[in-house]
T-cell receptor, first 113, second 110 residues
Framework: ETGVTQSPTHLIKTRGQQVTLRCSSQSGHNTVSWYQQALGQGPQFIFQYYREEENGRGNFPPRFSGLQFPNYSSELNVNALELDDSALYLC????????????FGQGTRLTVV | GQNIDQPTEMTATEGAIVQINCTYQTSGFNGLFWYQQHAGEAPTFLSYNVLDGLEEKGRFSSFLSRSKGYSYLLLKELQMKDSASYLCAVRSLRDDKIIFGKGTRLHILP
């Protein structure tokens, strides 16, 4: 058990809808990163939040947005859902500046129909 | 930018040894991770190398050469439960981002 929890664990949405995924980070960690993992692929970096600000972004369109709260928990929002957004969404928490691993939550499986 | 390469699939026999290689290119290096991921589950941490050399942890060892941009994960005494994907990931020195390779799917045969 890593102490990183994500909700919900599974979600089905219709194309064009909006979705919010949530992540609570491990105690003592101040950085949250979000990844999208399609079936059979490695996790693709979406963005990272540090001290409530976006601190790096991967190759994802602006309809992917996020927030980090003062307690370091985070949200990932996706607008105008497309079928290709169907994937496992992973949240990882880590401590900035420390040479330690990132801990993953169990992921949210999003299916867009 | 960062680029990480690892083989797509490998097959090995129960009880044997397997080495999974990873090469990377990055503009600023601050450590290399190996994660194990079973189908449908989140990645779990295996190892972290920031200095050159071999780190041993039970049946699993990880090696890093920063000058060559190269790492490998060595799995000994393979068990059926080791059938999984193994992800190599590199942390950027500039912004702490951790970027993953596509993963190596390891199949263990009895």
């Amino acid at each position: 058990e890593t102490g990183v929890t994500q909700s919900p664990t599974h979600l089905i949405k219709t194309r064009g809808q909006q979705v919010t995924l949530r992540c609570s980070s491990q105690s003592g960690h101040n950085t949250v990163s979000w990844y999208q993992q399609a079936l059979g692929q490695g996790p693709q970096f979406i963005f990272q939040y540090y001290r409530e600000e976006e601190n790096g972004r991967g190759n994802f369109p602006p309809r992917f947005s996020g927030l980090q709260f003062p307690n370091y928990s985070s949200e990932l929002n996706v607008n105008a859902l497309e079928l290709d957004d169907s994937a496992l969404y992973l949240c990882a928490s880590s401590k900035s500046g420390a040479n330690t691993e990132a801990f993953f939550g169990q992921g949210t499986r999003l299916t867009v129909v | 930018g960062q680029n990480i390469d690892q083989p797509t699939e490998m097959t090995a026999t129960e009880g044997a040894i397997v080495q999974i290689n990873c090469t990377y290119q990055t503009s600023g290096f601050n450590g290399l991770f190996w994660y194990q991921q079973h189908a449908g589950e989140a990645p779990t941490f295996l190892s972290y190398n920031v200095l050159d050399g071999l780190e041993e942890k039970g049946r699993f060892s990880s090696f890093l050469s920063r000058s060559k941009g190269y790492s490998y994960l060595l799995l000994k005494e393979l068990q059926m439960k080791d059938s999984a994907s193994y992800l190599c990931a590199v942390r950027s020195l500039r912004d702490d981002k951790i970027i993953f390779g596509k993963g190596t799917r390891l199949h263990i045969l009895p």
